[in-house]
């Protein structure tokens, strides 16, 4: 599957964005896609996750509660809301993907990538 990320850009303290994340390829609902990102110097960390269904979704601590992962599998499409944006959320934000159940929150377990999308968040 082919994944391409978009969405990304400037924003205030305090002020939202939607990521999209748009698959291709062998697209279909029985994918989990998540949602990492990578600031400078730091390692790509785990955001959000979406069960194939999208009943079920899963959130890193830093933002539960502020940002909501969502899909539309008739578009082969996920997206990220963010509210309430902090500059700590400023980094590349990738989507994933990844075919099997199992752990979620590590970059090895996913096996289709996007090219990345970058927030930067300004104080």
């Known amino acids: 599957v082919q994944l391409q990320a978009s969405g990304g850009g400037l924003m205030q303290a305090g002020g939202s964005l939607r990521l999209s994340c748009a698959a291709s390829?062998?697209?279909?609902?029985?994918?989990?896609m998540g949602w990492f990102r990578q600031a400078p110097g730091k390692e790509r960390e785990f955001v959000a996750l979406?069960?194939?269904?999208?009943?079920?979704?899963y959130y890193s601590d830093s933002v539960k509660g502020r940002f909501t992962i969502s899909r539309d599998n008739a578009k082969n499409t996920v997206y990220l809301q963010m509210n309430s944006l902090k500059p700590e959320d400023t980094a590349v934000y990738y989507c994933?993907?990844?075919?099997?159940?199992?752990?979620?929150?590590?970059?090895?377990?996913?096996?289709?990538w996007g090219q990345g999308t970058q927030v930067t968040v300004s104080s």
């Open positions: 979406s069960r194939p269904s999208g009943t079920n979704t």
């Open positions: 994933a993907s990844k075919s099997y159940e199992g752990g979620f929150e590590r970059p090895r377990e996913y096996g289709s």
């Open positions: 390829g062998r697209t279909g609902s029985r994918y989990y």
